[in-house]
């Protein structure tokens, strides 16, 4: 008798340690919520956290619930928003909630993945509110000024926020980056620029090579000059220190996307290399460590080149200022990284 109780107590503790040890497993896992289902982004990023079987795979993080969204007034968005919310929902067992508020009780961060720009002010509120991290798809907004509003909220409230292309982590530019080309003088990024006739020009898909621009580049772009014609818009920026980087909008046409850099010792080409993957990795660490890989300021002034870029073609292609685009879009008031943070509360005050 005595030999089977204690049996039953060790299988009694293996079974409580095996519960332990599911229970824990499933508390690791990182709850990413999602907001905005119009765009094929969704079920491509859904697949590579909820999907073991994925080739890319990231371990530790699922997709639990996301809140709808869509557009009417653009096609894009209207005609897909419901496929993609019921795969995700089908096949990757993600909640479907009502409003953002309930989202944000559900979750340990956010991906707002509207592919319109002009709702994600206000979706980003409750979330910031919430004190999520936030990662935004591009565009980060519909206009410069909501782009500077959201990280000011984001400042105010001490919520890591930040956004990027999957172009910024292609294989082939991190690699370039590496090599030595000796001192930067200049870059040419070339992509795709589709338009669309709610958003400034560039916003839409040119912002994918404006990122990669920028990468190479950086921010302290100074000036913004245009040349546009149906097919094609050719945008130059002067940075600090003279360097010039020079964006090639593809339309009706080619659209491969590639990025040249110039340095005092070589020019260097982007290789091969794509997909979402790698930036997904970087999506990961942020909700991990609440780093932002991008600062604000960079993805500030990614966006302000490109409404620069608006302005020029409005003018008739003159050069514009950058200081001047960034006044009129924050009403004069302190740009965002500007501002210094908030002093965290005090515990137990």
């Not at 930067?184 to 912002?207: C, K, M, N, Q």
């Not at 100074?222 to 339309?251: A, I």
């Not at 046409?253 to 070589?266: E, S």
């Not at 660490?285 to 608006?310: G, H, Q, W």
Request: net charge negative.
């Amino acid at each position: 008798m005595k030999s089977l109780r204690a049996y039953s107590l060790v299988l009694a503790a293996v079974v409580l340690l095996a519960f332990v040890g599911v229970s824990q497993a499933e508390e690791a896992v990182f709850r990413i919520g999602m907001i905005g289902l119009d765009t094929s982004h969704v079920p491509a990023f859904t697949k590579t956290f909820n999907d073991p079987g994925a080739p890319d795979h990231i371990q530790g993080f699922k997709v639990v619930a996301a809140f709808k969204g869509g557009s009417s007034d653009i096609e894009s968005s209207a005609s897909r928003v419901d496929g993609y919310t019921e795969q995700i929902r089908d096949t990757y067992g993600v909640k479907i909630v009502d409003t953002i508020e309930e989202l944000c009780t559900l979750v340990d961060g956010v991906m707002l993945e509207s592919v319109d720009g002009r709702p994600h002010l206000e979706q980003a509120r409750p979330v910031i509110q919430a004190g999520l991290p936030l990662y935004i798809d591009k565009p980060v907004a519909g206009s410069l000024a909501d782009a500077i509003e959201i990280y000011r909220l984001a400042r105010e409230h001490n919520v890591p926020c930040w956004s990027s292309s999957s172009y910024r982590y292609y294989p082939g530019l991190v690699e370039m980056m590496q090599k030595d080309f000796g001192e930067l003088r200049g870059a040419i990024s070339y992509g795709p620029a589709t338009t669309e006739e709610h958003h400034p020009d560039l916003f839409w898909y040119g912002v994918h090579a404006t990122e990669a621009l920028f990468t190479v580049m950086g921010p302290g772009v100074q000036t913004v000059v245009r040349t546009h014609t149906e097919n094609t818009d050719v945008v130059t920026g002067v940075w600090e220190g003279g360097k010039v980087g020079t964006l090639r909008g593809l339309r009706n046409q080619a659209t491969p996307n590639q990025v040249i850099i110039f340095g005092t010792k070589d020019v260097v080409l982007q290789g091969s290399g794509s997909g979402y993957g790698p930036m997904l990795v970087e999506v990961a660490k942020f909700f991990k460590t609440r780093e932002v890989p991008v600062s604000p300021r960079e993805t500030i002034e990614i966006f302000a080149f490109m409404e620069a870029a608006d302005e020029s073609k409005r003018q008739g292609g003159v050069p514009v200022s950058i200081a001047d685009v960034l006044e009129k879009a924050s009403g004069g008031k302190p740009l965002p990284y500007d501002v210094p943070a908030p002093a965290p509360a005090n515990e137990g005050s």
